[in-house]
């Protein structure tokens, strides 16, 4: 993997902002059905896919780069489900959650 220089950093970041959007929007498009916040989902999975994609064309490896993004977005889309669409969050989930980006950090430093 090469040296996390701005343009990677800022990837990772747009990467995951854009998949955070996306997701965050998805009960509001109902079911694609809404047009705007389906175009604005689809375009925003679009591009951080994209952004990926470059990111591990410049040589970042994969098995790094999905398990910081997934345990990014777990916990940024479990704050926004609680917040915006009033959805329960028991402290089992959230204590499963931790341990499972532990996990996965852990997963990635093997």
Sequence with gaps: MPALS???IAGFIATVIGQFI????IPATRGFTAI????????????SIGI?????HGGVDLSVLTPII??????????????????SASMAK???LVGAALMIGAATRL
């Design 6 to 8: 701005f343009p990677i």
């Design 22 to 25: 996306a997701l965050s929007l």
């Design 36 to 47: 705007w916040p389906t175009i604005i989902c689809i375009v925003a999975f679009v591009v």
């Design 52 to 56: 990926s994609a470059r990111l591990v």
């Design 70 to 87: 997934t345990v990014s977005l777990q916990i940024g889309i479990l704050i926004v489900a609680v917040t915006v669409y009033g959805e």
């Design 94 to 96: 959230i204590g499963l």
